[in-house]
Nanobody
Framework: QVQLVESGGGLVQPGGSLRLSCAAS????????MNWYRQAPGKERELVAT????????YYPDSVKGRFTISRDNAEKAVYLQMNSLKVEDTAVYYC????????????WGRGTQVTVSS
């Protein structure tokens, strides 16, 4: 069964940094693009980063460009999100996501990790 487990969230001050991790299992990790989404209270879930199976960052919205970096380690079956220069508006639950082709592109989600940016 596909499992995605996020970690690394917490409380930080504006301008601080966090590194989120997602440990993946249950599918062929090296063949799948991976995504990070976030959702703030009262707002729609939004895509914040995508990385292809060839280790190429594919997407960052303007709100996080230059501050967030997605990466992956196929040996560890993990995807990471380095977040720098954090802003209050980055406060959200952050979710790891995958749509494995070998599983007919069904969406799989982790439980999420809370990121709170506050002074």
């Amino acid at each position: 069964q596909v499992q995605l487990v996020e970690s690394g969230g917490g409380l930080v001050q504006p301008g601080g940094s966090l590194r989120l991790s997602c440990a993946a299992s249950g599918f062929t990790f090296s063949n799948a693009a991976m995504n990070w989404y976030r959702q703030a209270p009262g707002k729609e879930r939004e895509l914040v980063a995508t990385i292809t199976e060839t280790h190429r960052p594919l997407y960052y919205p303007d709100s996080v460009k230059g501050r967030f970096t997605i990466s992956r380690d196929n040996a560890e079956k993990a995807v990471y999100l380095q977040m720098n220069s954090l802003k209050v508006e980055d406060t959200a639950v952050y979710y790891c996501n995958v749509r494995p082709g070998e599983l007919r592109y069904r969406d799989y989600w982790g439980r999420g990790t809370q990121v709170t940016v506050s002074s």
